[in-house]
């Protein structure tokens, strides 16, 4: 029977429905664990639209008090934009409420070290243990903090650091039509004066009302996308930018009205930024074969992570990495800017793209190697994982095997990667080819074993 | 109790000394009981005292009543009273009002007020305490979560209320010292002394979270320390202190002398009973006697239930208000019914000021006029078993006094009493006899050797 992850405390973070899952108190205690982790000082915490991010915020910001912290309360801002500024202010630390692309009745808190990068997970298992602990800082009235208000800084440092790395003047000089659909979420206090005034774009928007509820599923996908992909042709946009509730995904459609693939849009991006700083690049397991071309091109290495934003920074950190992300996941995090994933510079870099070559959107994918993807899910019974990946490496002898994270099986034209999830009993499956035959045969033989 | 972490959940309430014994996951929790006992999906009204905690407790108080469905009128830093006066306007389904009043800067409390400003009664607060305790709280679906809002004009609406019973402009003759122990009455005074014009003189009048000037104990020795050697040289005719939430009041006289914390509610019982003669003045079985002089001389009659605003509360459900002059206690707590009983300082004040204004006298000839009591309160420490055997004793050693044993032991004679009760919130016996004229040394004496015996 599948499970359904009502609540979850782990790899990043806490995560539940509210308020009966992800309830106040527990909010209220997890923050307390936070603010007695980092350690008396400033921590920074903002939010994206969600209806329940002022109660939980409440909860937070008592937590954190309990904690003897002072709270810098940011209120609705991208992601990034929050990782960005607890960094910059040098604060302890950074909590920031938002549920990502989850359903509207989800929310989470997402934790951000002093550098403003997201737990790396000895911090996660740490903090973890101590919320199991309850032994928390109590401080007392005399030790109890403040709660102050950002004046609005936030922003214009986010948007100063993406406009360092990009040719402004180019982009200004072309005045792009844009469309942009921000889900109503945290994107729409910042998307469009960062398009508009920043960049000189002439800007056709929907979605941009952070009080109101999301109109469309949070993840920006193909079929998720569909008004903003009308708005490109009712408006002749030359490209259409969609935001995921917090700002940090980007989804793009070309001026066909026809949704990118989120590994092209790395792609593009790791063009973008290879040509303006040194460094590898990192990608997990599942992120296109695409890269390797474009990076080899640049004489660049290629470093691959298990799934997940944590895993694809903490390499990046190590390795010193010029950009890096997660194909399927729609991110693209630029180190110059920020250690986290952020559409702002995603957004930046197409626009500079576009305005450099001339190109359209897309002229300017079909300009990338091209890999035909697929991907399905199998479920699976408990105790069953281990026998199923076994099968799938033994029906593949000959093929390079990663077991990183699942199982990756490498040929030197095509793959195939199967996880398990995090949050339900399935399996996921990717397989990449040259040509839409042997990615078709590949997926076909990989399921029949998954499935035996 | 001294040295122990303070946590005391009970009828009345939450409290003890944040970070030792009060943590925010108490404080989040018990607002959440709140948000689930009282009616759904309407308003609750939420003020804090000044300290540094009261933000920390206010968040949480916040998010609770926000999971309950609850939209959070927020009147910001202002006393408990001021809170009570907002719920009687609004149409809320109650308050919680976050204050350790009277205790030191590193306590705090929450205080639940019912949708008229009420306290809840003894019943409201045991279906409270056990929705707590249960942790079952009635949360609602993420998109019906509530709202917050900040209302500013709370201060001007309570003043309002005080001037529609008193008559602020008359009382502009008086100089009256306060010293304000860095609490909400700083706030309310200033913007009566705006509105009014009144001769106010304010002392610790800065609005502080973490250092208090001092105790904010309202006794006759505070005042007295505080204030008496201001009077005479400031020319004022009338002091007051009170505590960081301004529910409690003492007072000195133009001498410089502190008043006794039991004159207080005799005073306002004489105001109020002769403008309403034949009343009830309800008080506790440990406040002065002098109440019944001042009963019988306005034809009024004294009821005694025990100690605790419980109590209280529940004798005044049984009248109504009409019928009811005061209620109060030895403490200088004193509840009147213009203001549907609510424990109110500044309230107090006023009336004190408007006796003298009618009267033509100051505080010290009004505190002249009466007979004199001499009160004598000691405490000891006494495990709880023993307790039955001391009291057992004392009824048999004093036969022929008039005997109330609702709260403890009292026995009364004609010109003397003692009440011999267990404290609330310590392991301790407290001790209180009065008597006409001179202390009751001896019987004092008599009665703490015997409490000691047991100990």
Same mark, same amino acid.
């Given at each position: ?34 603010? @007695?982790? =980092? ?69 989470? #808190?997402?934790?951000? /070290?002093? !550098? ?28 109890? %903090? ?93 490209? %259409? ?20 693939? /989120? ?7 790791? +063009? ?60 693209? *995090? ?35 190697? +091209? ?15 281990? %026998? ?65 | ?10 009828? =009345? ?22 948000? @689930? ?24 108080? =916040? ?7 609850? &939209?959070? *009128? ?128 304010? *002392? ?12 904010? @104990? ?66 506790? #079985? ?41 209620? %109060? &206690? ?48 000691? &405490?000891?420490?006494? !495990? ?41 919130? !310590?392991? *301790? ?27």
């Amino acid at each position: 029977m599948p499970r359904e992850h009502l609540l979850k405390i782990g790899v990043s973070g806490v995560r539940g429905v509210v308020p009966e899952f992800l309830t106040p108190s527990l909010t209220l205690h997890f923050a307390q664990a936070f603010g @007695t982790y =980092v350690g008396r000082g400033r921590v920074v915490v903002g939010r994206d639209t969600r209806l329940s991010g002022p109660m939980l915020q409440h909860a937070v910001n008592c937590g954190l008090l309990a904690a003897g912290c002072d709270v810098v309360d940011v209120g609705i801002l991208p992601t990034p934009t929050i990782q960005i500024y607890v960094e910059h202010i040098r604060a302890r630390g950074g909590i920031g409420l938002t549920a990502s692309h989850n359903p509207p009745e989800y929310n989470a #808190l997402k934790l951000f /070290n002093k !550098e403003g990068q997201f737990f790396n997970q000895y911090e996660r298992n740490e903090l973890i243990d101590l919320y199991h602990q309850s032994d928390f800082t109590q401080a007392t009235n005399a030790e109890i %903090g403040y709660v102050t208000t950002d004046p609005g800084l936030a922003k214009a440092i986010h948007i100063d650091r993406v406009l360092a790395k990009v040719d402004v003047d180019r982009i200004r000089r072309r005045h792009f039509r844009v469309a942009l659909d921000a889900v109503n979420g945290a994107g729409s206090v910042m998307t469009p004066g960062f398009l508009v005034d920043s960049l000189n774009c002439r800007l056709d928007a929907i979605a941009i009302d952070p009080t109101k509820v999301f109109p469309r599923i949070a993840e920006p996908r193909p079929d998720t996308l569909g008004e903003l992909a009308a708005l490109v042709l009712k408006t002749g946009a030359e490209v %259409g930018f969609a935001q995921d509730p917090d700002a940090d995904r980007l989804a793009i459609v070309d001026e066909n009205g026809r949704v990118l693939d /989120n590994d092209d849009v790395l792609a593009l991006a790791v +063009q973008r930024a290879l040509a303006v700083v040194p460094g590898p690049v990192v990608v997990n397991l599942t992120t296109s074969s695409a890269i390797d071309d474009i990076a080899l091109a640049f004489g660049r290495k290629v470093y691959r992570t298990p799934v997940g934003e944590a895993n694809v920074v903490e390499t990046m950190q190590a390795v010193k990495a010029a950009i890096g992300g997660e194909g399927s996941a729609g991110g693209v *995090i630029f180190p110059a800017v920020q250690l986290c994933r952020d559409s702002f510079t995603a957004m930046a870099f197409l626009l500079d793209l576009m305005a450099e070559s001339g190109k359209t959107v897309s002229e300017l994918v079909a300009a990338l190697p +091209q890999y035909v993807r697929k991907s399905g899910k199998v479920a699976f019974a408990h105790g069953r994982l281990g %026998g199923l990946m076994q099968a799938l490496e033994e029906g593949f002898p000959e093929a390079e095997a990663d077991r990183s994270d699942g199982l990756k099986l490498l040929w030197p034209d095509r793959w195939v990667h199967v996880r398990a999830s995090n949050t339900e009993p399935i399996l996921r499956v990717f397989v990449e080819a040259k040509t839409e035959e042997a990615a078709e045969k590949l997926y076909a033989t990989s399921w029949g074993l998954l499935t035996a | 109790m001294r040295g122990d972490s303070g946590l005391r959940i009970s009828h =009345v309430g939450l409290r003890g000394i944040v970070g030792r014994g009060l943590t925010a996951g108490h404080i989040l929790d018990f607002a959440a009981a709140f948000g @689930t006992f009282i009616e759904p999906g309407r308003p609750v009204v939420v003020g804090r005292d000044p300290r540094a905690s009261g933000r920390m407790a206010w968040e949480g108080v =916040v998010s609770a009543l926000m999971a309950c469905g609850h &939209e959070v *009128i927020d009147l910001g830093v202002v006393s408990t009273p001021v809170v009570q006066h907002a719920l009687q306007r609004l149409d809320a389904a109650g308050g919680i009002a976050i204050s350790a009043s009277h205790n030191t800067a590193d306590w705090n409390a929450l205080r639940f007020l019912g949708p008229r400003g009420t306290y809840l009664s003894t019943a409201e607060a045991g279906e409270l305490l056990d929705i707590y305790h249960l942790r079952k709280f009635r949360f609602v679906a993420w998109d019906q979560l509530g709202g917050q809002r900040f209302d500013a004009g709370a201060l001007d609406r309570y003043i309002d209320d005080l001037a529609a019973v008193f008559d602020l402009p008359s009382l502009r003759d008086f100089r009256v010292v306060v010293d304000c122990c860095n609490g909400t009455s700083a706030l309310i005074l200033r913007r009566v002394i705006e509105r009014y014009g009144l001769d106010l003189v304010l *002392i610790n009048e800065r609005v502080e979270g973490v250092q208090f000037a001092h105790e904010p @104990t309202t006794s006759a020795r505070m005042v007295e320390l505080q204030l008496g050697p201001l009077m005479r040289p400031l020319g004022a005719h009338a002091g007051f202190l009170f505590d960081v939430d301004s529910d409690r009041v003492a007072m000195a006289d133009e001498q410089g002398r502190g008043v006794s914390e039991e004159m207080m509610l005799p005073l306002l019982a004489d105001h109020q009973l002769s403008r309403g003669p034949g009343k009830i003045v309800i008080t506790n #079985l440990s406040s002065s006697a002098l109440l019944e002089d001042v009963a019988v001389r306005h034809g009024g009659r004294v009821l005694r239930v025990p100690v605790g605003r419980q109590a209280a509360m529940d004798a005044l459900a049984a009248y109504r208000p009409e019928q009811i002059a005061v209620a %109060g &206690e030895g403490t200088g707590a004193v509840m009147m019914p213009q203001f549907r009983f609510i424990y109110d300082g500044i309230a107090s004040m006023f009336a004190v000021l408007t006796m003298m204004k009618e009267r033509g006298r100051t505080l010290g000839q009004l505190l002249a006029d009466y007979p004199q009591y001499s009160i004598l309160k000691g &405490e000891v420490r006494l !495990e709880s078993p023993r307790v039955p055997e001391l009291l057992l004793d004392l009824l048999a050693s004093y036969p022929d006094g008039r005997i109330d044993r609702t709260d403890g032991l009292r026995v009364s004679w004609p010109d003397r009493w003692f009440h011999v009760r267990v404290s609330h919130t !310590e392991p *301790i016996i407290r001790v209180i006899c009065e008597q006409r004229g001179a202390p009751p040394q001896e019987l004092f004496e008599t009665l703490m050797d015997k409490a000691r015996s047991y100990s």
